[in-house]
C-alpha cells in the first residue's frame, strides 16, 4: 500500500499547490508594481517556494536547443533513433549534419543512470559533449508508464540495451556512462569483445562508478549492506496504482529513491529552501531562478521495475559480482579481459561519497589485457560526485581528458 499512500498524499495536497500556482499567475498578470511591495513580495514568495516543492513524474526538457560547435554557433534537435519499450535511444542531432554542411564528427553514446531520476540530469554533460561529439544518450522510461505486457526488466535487459544502442551507433563509435551504469556498460563492453561484435566502441570512459563497492565503502554501500536482499524487496517494492498504464507492475517508487538521497543531506535541502524565500523575498529572482531550476530537476523522479532494482543491489553492492570475477549475462560469465580493442578511461572525484576513490579505477584490473597506452585514470581533485559530470571543473578539467582520448582513437 505504500504507493497508494504516496498517491493519496499527494492528491490531498494538489489542490493546494494548485492555488498557489493560480495566486502566482494572479500576481504576474493583474497585480503590477503592488505584487513588488514588500509584504506581498513576502506572501508569494512562501506561495512560490510551496508550489516548488512538489514532486512530478514527467520528464523534464534537456533544453539543448542550440551549442557552439567548431567555430560556430549550430542548432541542435533532439530526435529518437531508436524505441524501446524501457528506453528510447535519443540522439541530438546537430542542423546540417545530414547535408554535410557540418564535418562528422565521433559518435558518443552517454549511458545515464537508472536510479530514480530521469536522463535529463545529465544535461550538463551532454552539453559539453555535443561541442565535439555527435552525441546520443539512453532516455529510460518511467516504468510506471510501461503495461506489464512488456515484460520485465532486469540487470540482464540493462546489458542488452546498452550492446543494442551501441549496434545501433555502429563501428568506431564511443561510450561514456555516468554512476550506477558503469558496471552494466563494463559488462556490455566485454561481452561484446567476448563476440567479436564489430560494434565494439573505440573508448570506454567510466566516471564516479561503483565498479568494486568493497574498496573504501561509502554510507551509499553500507546501507545496502546492512539488510538481506528480502529486507528490500519487503519494505520498498509497491506495485503501481490503477490510474497509470503500468498498473499492477512492481517497482522501486522514484519518490522513495528521492526521499533516501535527501535525507542524506536535509540539512542542506532545508537550508537552500529557506535561502530561495529569502532571495525571491528580496527580489533577487535571477539567484533564485537558479535554485528553482535545480529542484525542478531533483524533483522528477521515475520508478524503475523491481527486478532491475533488486538485481541491482544484489549484484553491485552486495556481492560486487563483476569485480570478484563472477557476474554472469544469460548465464555466461562476463570476462572484461577479453577486452583489447577499447581504450578505457576512468574518472574519479576526490571529495566523492557516493563512489568513493578507488571503486571506478577497479575497472583497471579487470581489464587486464589492454595494452598500458589504451588505460588512463584522473583523479579530479576538489569535487563531489556530481561534479565528476556537471560544472565548471568538468568543462574544464575533466572534458579535455574524454575529448582527447576520443580523438586519439577515432
Known sequence: MLYQGYQAWSDMLAPARFAAKAALGFRDKYLGPVGDWPLPRRYFAMLDVFSGTEVTHARPSYGIDEVISGNAKVAVREEVALDMPFGNLLHFKKEGSEEGLTPPQPKMLVVAPLSGHFATLLRNTVHTLLRDHDVYITDWKN???IPVSEGAFGFDEYIDYVIRFLQELGPRSHVLAVCQPCVPTLA?????AQDGDPAQPRTMTLMGGPVDTRVAPTVVNKLAREKPLSWFEEKLISRVPFRYRGVGRRV??????????MSM??????E??????QLLADGETLEAAKIKEFYEEYLAVLDMTAEFYLETVDVVFQ???LAKGELEHRGRLVDPSAIQRTALLTVEGERDDICAVGQTAAAHMLCSTLRPHL???????GVGHYGVFSGSKWEKQVYPQVRNLVLAMS
Open 143 to 145: 516504468a510506471r508508464d
Open 319 to 321: 556481492r560486487a559480482l
Open 252 to 261: 522501486y517508487p522514484g519518490f522513495l529513491q528521492l526521499t533516501a538521497f
Open 188 to 192: 556490455a563492453v566485454a561481452v561484446m
Open 272 to 277: 537552500q529552501h529557506r535561502k530561495l524565500y
Open 265 to 270: 543531506n536535509m540539512e542542506r535541502h532545508g
Open 375 to 381: 588505460k588512463r585514470h584522473h583523479l579530479q581533485p
